[in-house]
């Protein structure tokens, strides 16, 4: 017989994130009004009998039945006029709002939702293949809303109120969490929650869904192995990281890779990976550690790749001196519509230094460090799609030269408002060849003749 946790205090204990017991079952539909108004009498009724403070010193499983349990008892005393179906929904309602994040549960249980949009307490959004989706879930306030981003927060060390009104966090299975709060939210608490993959896109699988090719496949599976260092730029949720991680999975199982992240979501694979997190500064304002330390740190970490999840500040300028002496085969992203525009951004983010460069010796500088950049675009059909392959050849007076290897040939869109297109090589044969061959990394010369596709 399972016992029945005594109430000592209700409030005084965080609830555990721990996973449903088999989501594949998990019903996704939202509950009724009726069912909300019976699910907030039993759930009231439930923390006068359980103490939650007890939640997290037994086994999620021992808790999760606990709760089943006496919420089937309370509902049964309450005669609740619910059908077997129904009684199931508002008892897996309980169990998610004490034991993981309440409404956004079901949400997060559907991997065919890449992105969860809460714009206050009464209107969520998701994505689904690029497109957004209005949803029924809503939560109950504003404060319970902000209990679920304080709970999602608290889980990894950081902290939301007033004094630190926004934050980044992320999830136990790795997904992105950006939230903010007023003052500076005006219409209650926003939630950003950016779906961690449950399993890593392979190449075959961007191939198929048309976001790449497999000539483009080949020169970066040959970059990535060649130690050439490699810019992935796009705008948001363009589908950065997931390049990322399809670039960091053609590296050697036999090197060490120190990884930099605001917020860890990398899925490498090798089994030698030291990951590093920044940390934002303590309620005094003190202890905060930013990228650009952990960059500096990681130097001295004997590292063979170095990969950042996204330069966006002054680390940029010590990522590209690690690029410039020895640590060869780095792999960053950056946030920019064009090749052309993420070699501006880097200039800017070196300017945050506070270091004064004049403006031929940082541009050779970029030119000497960065050998490639992957341009990836989110199209208004909701895909993504690698666009360009530039490689820098180097400098011409004050200007970085570049040169177009692969580019997407836009042809409109059908009657479905997919767009139509495919990604082309130019024709231009990259400086890199020759250096890859001579490490014997051989890439066909077929890979960057146009006219081979049209003839396959």
Same mark, same amino acid.
């Given at each position: 017989?399972?016992?029945?946790?005594?109430?000592?205090?209700?409030?005084?204990?965080?609830?555990?994130?721990?996973?449903?017991?088999? +989501?594949? =079952?998990?019903?996704? @539909?939202? !509950? %009724? $009004?009726?069912? &909300?108004?019976?699910?907030? *009498?039993?759930?009231?009724?439930?923390?006068?009998?359980?103490?939650?403070?007890?939640?997290?010193?037994?086994?999620?499983?021992?808790?999760?039945?606990?709760?089943?349990?006496?919420?089937?008892? +309370?509902? =049964?005393?309450?005669? @609740?006029? !619910? %059908? $077997?179906?129904? &009684?199931?929904?508002?008892? *897996?309602?309980?169990?998610?709002?004490?034991?993981?994040?309440?409404?956004?549960?079901?949400?997060?249980?559907?991997?065919?939702?890449?992105?969860?949009?809460?714009?206050?307490?009464?209107?969520?959004?998701? =994505?689904?293949?690029?497109?957004?989706?209005?949803?029924?879930?809503?939560?109950?306030?504003?404060?319970?809303?902000?209990?679920?981003?304080?709970?999602?927060?608290?889980?990894?060390?950081?902290?939301?109120?007033?004094?630190?009104?926004?934050?980044?966090?992320?999830?136990?299975?790795?997904?992105?969490?950006?939230?903010?709060?007023?003052?500076?939210?005006?219409?209650?608490?926003?939630?950003?929650?950016?779906?961690?993959?449950?399993?890593?896109?392979?190449?075959?699988?961007?191939?198929?869904?048309?976001?790449?090719?497999?000539?483009?496949?080949?020169?970066?599976?040959?970059?990535?192995?060649?130690?050439?260092?490699?810019?992935?730029?796009?705008?948001?949720?363009?589908?950065?990281?997931?390049?990322?991680?399809?670039?960091?999975?053609?590296?050697?199982?036999?090197?060490?890779?120190?990884?930099?992240?605001?917020?860890?979501?990398?899925?490498?694979?090798?089994?030698?990976?030291?990951?590093?997190?920044?940390?934002?500064?303590?309620?005094?304002?003190?202890?905060?550690?930013?990228?650009?330390?952990?960059?500096?740190?990681?130097?001295?970490?004997?590292?063979?790749?170095?990969?950042?999840?996204?330069?966006?500040?002054?680390?940029?300028?010590?990522?590209?001196?690690?690029?410039?002496?020895?640590?060869?085969?780095?792999?960053?992203?950056?946030?920019?519509?064009?090749?052309?525009?993420?070699?501006?951004?880097?200039?800017?983010?070196?300017?945050?230094?506070?270091?004064?460069?004049?403006?031929?010796?940082?541009?050779?500088?970029?030119?000497?460090?960065?050998?490639?950049?992957?341009?990836?675009?989110?199209?208004?059909?909701?895909?993504?799609?690698?666009?360009?392959?530039?490689?820098?050849?180097?400098?011409?007076?004050?200007?970085?030269?570049?040169?177009?290897?692969?580019?997407?040939?836009?042809?409109?869109?059908?009657?479905?408002?997919?767009?139509?297109?495919?990604?082309?090589?130019?024709?231009?044969?990259?400086?890199?060849?020759?250096?890859?061959?001579?490490?014997?990394?051989?890439?066909?010369?077929?890979?960057?003749?146009?006219?081979?596709?049209?003839?396959?």
């Amino acid at each position: 017989m399972v016992a029945v946790i005594k109430k000592t205090s209700p409030h005084s204990a965080k609830a555990s994130t721990a996973e449903p017991a088999d +989501v594949n =079952e998990r019903s996704t @539909a939202s !509950l %009724s $009004a009726n069912e &909300r108004d019976i699910k907030d *009498q039993a759930y009231s009724e439930l923390l006068d009998r359980l103490d939650l403070s007890l939640i997290n010193s037994i086994s999620p499983d021992h808790a999760r039945e606990q709760i089943r349990e006496t919420t089937y008892k +309370v509902l =049964e005393q309450q005669s @609740a006029p !619910l %059908s $077997a179906e129904a &009684r199931a929904r508002v008892v *897996q309602s309980i169990e998610d709002e004490i034991l993981g994040l309440g409404p956004l549960e079901p949400l997060l249980s559907d991997p065919t939702i890449s992105d969860i949009l809460v714009n206050g307490p009464n209107q969520v959004y998701i =994505e689904r293949k690029g497109k957004l989706h209005t949803t029924d879930i809503t939560f109950s306030s504003d404060r319970h809303l902000l209990n679920i981003i304080d709970r999602i927060v608290s889980a990894v060390g950081r902290r939301i109120d007033e004094s630190s009104p926004m934050v980044d966090a992320r999830l136990a299975d790795g997904s992105r969490v950006n939230a903010i709060i007023p003052p500076l939210a005006l219409d209650g608490p926003a939630l950003s929650i950016r779906r961690f993959a449950r399993e890593l896109l392979k190449v075959s699988d961007l191939i198929a869904l048309g976001s790449m090719t497999e000539e483009l496949a080949t020169v970066m599976e040959a970059a990535v192995q060649g130690r050439l260092n490699v810019l992935v730029s796009g705008g948001t949720g363009a589908g950065k990281t997931t390049m990322l991680n399809l670039l960091s999975g053609f590296i050697p199982e036999d090197e060490r890779i120190v990884t930099i992240e605001d917020s860890a979501e990398l899925q490498l694979q090798q089994p030698h990976v030291v990951r590093l997190e920044t940390r934002p500064a303590n309620i005094e304002g003190k202890g905060r550690i930013a990228a650009r330390d952990l960059v500096i740190n990681s130097l001295r970490m004997r590292p063979e790749r170095i990969i950042v999840g996204e330069v966006r500040g002054a680390e940029a300028l010590d990522m590209l001196q690690a690029m410039n002496t020895g640590h060869d085969g780095s792999l960053t992203t950056i946030h920019a519509n064009t090749p052309r525009d993420a070699l501006g951004r880097v200039e800017n983010m070196v300017s945050m230094t506070g270091i004064t460069f004049p403006i031929k010796t940082l541009r050779e500088q970029i030119a000497s460090a960065i050998d490639l950049v992957i341009q990836i675009e989110r199209h208004e059909d909701g895909k993504r799609r690698v666009v360009s392959l530039a490689e820098i050849n180097g400098m011409e007076g004050d200007i970085i030269t570049m040169s177009d290897l692969f580019t997407f040939d836009r042809q409109g869109r059908d009657e479905d408002g997919n767009v139509l297109g495919s990604l082309k090589p130019t024709g231009i044969i990259p400086a890199f060849h020759r250096d890859l061959a001579a490490k014997g990394i051989n890439i066909p010369m077929e890979t960057f003749d146009p006219s081979a596709g049209e003839a396959r």
